[in-house]
């Protein structure tokens, strides 16, 4: 017995060769519409001729056609068998198939013109990607040219400050060479805050994993910060806890960078009062160490709608901030992206008029053996440099002044050149303890230089070369360094810098 729902999607009938059918033999069917001694050609018109068409015993099949049956559209297929005497019409119900059909075909036709649009898209994608990389290889570019060129006249400002502090002057002129200082570092901060945004906005942001102390980096800070905190209304307090592991791997410049940026902040909007810097030791596993750093103030404090925007770029919350305290409004901004680069998290809770206090949570991998590491003890320099024959190649006049100061207090026997082809005419023919090469030099820069190393092994074979420049990102001076520098003095530099850094190398 055939299931009814079966019976209602074909029906079988005979006819004559003429197309009358004779009877119905299964099915239900549009059966009302094939009624007994009426012709087949009523319901299906596109029969006519291909009845009598059809070859003896042979099966014929017709896919994809309409009828009308009771005022309604059916597709159907059909199968005829021509008989010798009688022909059997076998006719299947297909609205349903070929309705899902036309669907997916629908479907298919729309999914090939959505994957054409995505690929058009793709292409349009790809090449705004080139344009915006190129144009962040542009502003790179432009960046490091603008860093030199700020750097060099920085490096002067800086060192001629120096150079008259270190002179006989009354009080008045004191303040105002200090004024100087204060305004170049400044200056300097904001220079970096604009190319560290860059590298983050880049991705080219390295972060280095090393061995560091916390316990060092807050005392370097704190003897830093000694001469910095001008304010005598303010004092300037650090604590560390003793259950930090002493040694943690990590990036100490960056960490150093955070904290420095949470002090600086801290200052520049507390008139009088406190500013807490504190670290402490949240949990700790076998192989991580999760940290707290806390810096509280006394100052003006925030509200909340400004507190929500406060790690913005270029976000100062008051119009005259710049006016008063300097800076570019990009410090919080890029503590807020090296420590999301450390895997951390930062938080600030504030109240105006009561202060503001910074969290920062940041996980830190484990060493295996803790040993103490080195706590940064300054060079014994005096008289380390007497008598050596040092060349200096700088084509800024004011930059060779300053060197020349600064190694004549040192009593060295100074040789200063131009260019890096007098530079290299000097190294072919005479022998020095340590040589200075500023890299952008007419004629020949200082990477150039180096190249030629074959043609001054005669004198300097041995000798320590050392860059002077201001491009100071990483992946620059790692390149001077396989180049075959020593070491790298970054401009602007400090007196103390400048001789430590040619100490290192003797």
Do not use: W
């Amino acid at each position: 017995m055939t299931p009814s729902k079966i019976e209602d999607s074909f029906i079988q009938l005979t006819t004559n060769y003429s197309g009358v059918i004779q009877r119905c033999v299964a099915g239900n069917f549009s059966k009302k519409a094939f009624l007994f001694n009426t012709t087949i050609f009523n319901v299906c018109p596109f029969l006519e001729g291909t009845l009598e068409a059809l070859v003896l015993n042979e099966s014929f099949l017709l896919e994809g056609m309409v009828i009308v049956s009771e005022g309604q559209e059916f597709n159907v297929d059909l199968e005829i068998f021509k008989h010798q005497k009688y022909i059997d019409v076998l006719i299947h119900n297909r609205t349903n198939v070929y309705k899902y059909l036309e669907q997916l075909n629908q479907n298919r036709n729309d999914i090939f013109l959505i994957k054409r649009e995505i690929d058009e898209k793709n292409k349009q994608l790809a090449n705004l990607r080139k344009i915006a990389d190129q144009a962040n290889e542009e502003k790179s570019r432009f960046l490091a040219m603008m860093s030199h060129e700020i750097r060099n006249p920085l490096n002067s400002i800086i060192g001629y400050a120096e150079m008259i502090s270190s002179e006989n002057i009354n009080s008045q002129v004191a303040q105002y060479v200090k004024n100087l200082t204060s305004a170049g570092k400044n200056l300097t901060v904001i220079v970096d805050d604009i190319l560290d945004l860059s590298r983050i906005e880049a991705g080219k942001l390295e972060l280095v994993s090393k061995k560091i102390s916390i316990t060092d980096i807050l005392q370097n800070l704190k003897n830093d910060y000694k001469q910095l905190n001008l304010n005598d209304q303010v004092s300037l307090d650090f604590l560390c806890s003793k259950e930090i592991p002493e040694i943690l791997l990590g990036d100490p410049v960056r960490f150093y960078q955070i904290v420095s940026n949470l002090i600086s902040n801290a200052l520049k909007f507390t008139n009088r009062g406190s500013v807490l810097v504190s670290v402490k030791l949240q949990s700790e596993s076998k192989n991580k160490a999760i940290l707290i750093l806390e810096v509280a103030d006394t100052g003006r404090g925030m509200s909340e709608a400004q507190s929500e925007k406060i790690f913005n770029e270029y976000e100062q919350n008051e119009l005259n901030d710049n006016r008063v305290h300097g800076g570019s409004g990009l410090g919080l901004a890029i503590v807020k992206r090296l420590v999301n680069a450390m895997n951390g998290t930062i938080k600030v809770e504030s109240k105006l008029d009561v202060g503001s206090r910074f969290f920062v949570e940041i996980p830190f991998d484990k060493v295996i053996a803790h040993k103490k590491v080195a706590t940064n003890t300054s060079l014994e320099l005096k008289d380390v440099l007497k008598g050596k024959k040092i060349l200096v190649a700088d084509d800024d006049v004011l930059n060779q002044t300053i060197a020349a100061h600064i190694l004549k207090k040192e009593n060295v026997s100074i040789t200063i050149v131009n260019d890096g082809l007098e530079a290299l005419s000097k190294i072919e023919n005479e022998s020095f303890d340590v040589i200075l090469l500023d890299i952008n030099m007419p004629n020949m820069t200082g990477d150039e230089l180096i190249k030629h190393k074959k043609s001054f092994v005669a004198y300097n074979l041995n000798t320590p070369f050392l860059a002077l420049t201001a491009n100071t990102a990483p992946r620059d001076v790692d390149r001077y360094l396989q180049l075959g520098f020593l070491g790298v003095i970054s401009k602007p530099f400090t007196v103390k810098n400048f001789i430590e850094k040619i100490t290192a190398v003797i």
